[in-house]
């Protein structure tokens, strides 16, 4: 009958706890084998017959048995036979106890796989101390069990993670010899791989280089960047490829990993892109060209009709200068009051004109020659010129620290003008105060001309720089081609202008001049 467990086993964790396995028929030998074997600290389980030892070794392992030899149903020979036919306990160490010094037994003993015999009496220290080595046995089998369990489950593991992989990898060492490939491999080469293992990866890319593995000593991290190769399929096909090499160290030697992706597609992909730039480029060009032709046309339209207005207008001007001295005498009030209203068109259709021949004049690519402009000399020239307006509205204007340029002088002439004349003509009920300022930033000078003026709408930013565009018509005499006169000027001068509202009130025109080497 099989014993419940008597060993003393709460000193120790269940896991480090080896089995073992008593079996006599003899219930004091078996308390005397217990109380032996209780010191090395394992779980001994005890069984009075083969049958019993037979049970507990389907439901337990033991690190080793210890049988009588003499039992009386089934001996200790037959028990071991039966044991070692089980699998699980084919390799279980027994140990037979026996009286009887009989080589007949012990041939019979080693036949079945007996490790060893002891003698009764049993000396309890030789019995510890072989037990003991059968325990240290037992440990370093489990171990070394878990381990090539663990070795298994991370080689899988590693496979399915190059199976998982949407490249082609491929593991070689540094001469290029391949070891691993994924299936992905065949797919993309189509060989079988088994005929790729062994084989040189230059079957596959040809210009693979050891030396272009990045070297990861020194806990660098592997560079991320694919190279375009060109890859060879079986029979000699070949197909742009794109591949990312990694290496990696283990503990005997260095690995190459080579991810390879089929880049056709991508290849495809770009020259289409390459096809549609040029076409753009192309219709761009004809787009500029057309562009250009009609501006000049336009051009050349407004300067001809500009240009041919001017001598009409002067003649109506004239005569009505004339009627006005030599017939006003004799002209009723009604007729006076056509004869100014003739006048005063007149006039401002004359002033329209002229803007227009100056701003006509100013888009085409003329010829004015660039030089080293100093910027407060133009604002002194532009103050001196407007001297009566900024008398009559009491105006100040605040500068003195802009820079010396390369620009065209005449043009900076132009643009200040305009803007000054504007942030005093489009005053509020304070005397007019304009600051104009310039920082050097990256590329070039930002110059502001701030005023407290009546200000902007910010929804007319834009539309203010074109040309006979006005805002306040009514109130103030004006053509409305003064800011498409700056627009045209700094453009000319390949820079920008933009308009922004003044904290408080008012307004600040800001443009961006390039910088530039005179040649
Ligand atoms: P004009 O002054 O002859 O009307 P501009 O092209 O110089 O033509 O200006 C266009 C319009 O922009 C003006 O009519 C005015 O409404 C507005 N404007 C220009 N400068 C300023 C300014 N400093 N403050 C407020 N409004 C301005």
Known sequence: MASPLIGDTTAK???????????????DNLLALQAVLDPLGQQIMLAESGSSALRLCLEHEFAAILMDVRMPDMDGFETAELIRSRKVSRQTPILFLTAYRSDEQLFRGYDLGAVDFLFKPIVPEILQSKVAVFVEMWRSEQLLRRQTEELARTEQQFRALLEAAPDALVITDQDGIIAMANTRTDALFNYPRPALIGQDIRVLIPDWKFSEVPDMRN???????ERRITGVRHLGRQFPAGITVSPVRTSESLLITTAIRDATDQVLAEQRVQKVNLELEQRVAERTLALTQSNEALQQFAWAASHDLQEPIRTVLTYANWLHESAEPRLDDKERQILAVIEQHASHLHRLVTALREYTHLSERGQQ?????DCNAVVALVAAGLEKSIEESSAIIEFGSLPTLPSIEILLVQLFQNLISNAIKYRSSDPPRIVISAEAIAGGWRFSVRDNGIGIDPQYADYIFGVFRRLHGKEQPGTGIGLALCKA????????????????SGSTFHFFLPSKELA
């Open 489 to 504: 000027a700094v453009e000319r001068l390949s820079g920008r202008i933009w308009v922004e509202p003044t904290e408080g």
């Open 13 to 27: 964790p269940m896991a480090d706890v080896v089995k073992l396995l008593a079996v006599d028929d003899d219930r």
């Open 369 to 373: 020659k660039w030089t080293l402009v």
């Open 219 to 225: 806990g660098a991290s592997p560079p991320l960047s």
